[in-house]
């Protein structure tokens, strides 16, 4: 069994990462950044889209995701 450090205690309430929305966090060494927030956030076209229906609102959905993807550093925005 390899030798890793695990974040959490094992309490059957589950753990939290981050005391509240304004508290920053990041992934692999990059710049902690707080919660975004952004209009598309709050649609519910998305959930009805088919493959065939990019509208505007999942254009702004899947960038948004990019976005926090990328700022939380788990997503590498750049080769």
Do not use: H
Not at 35 to 62: H, M, N
């Amino acid at each position: 069994m390899a030798d890793y450090y695990y974040v959490g205690d094992r309490r059957n309430d589950g753990m939290r990462i981050g005391y509240n929305s304004a508290d920053k966090l990041c992934f692999y060494g990059g710049t902690p950044a707080t919660r975004r927030a952004a209009a598309c956030q709050a649609t519910s076209t998305v959930g009805t889209a088919s493959s065939a229906d990019v509208t505007s609102d999942l254009k702004a959905t899947v960038i948004e995701i990019m976005n926090t993807l990328n700022g939380l550093g788990i997503w590498k925005g750049s080769a």
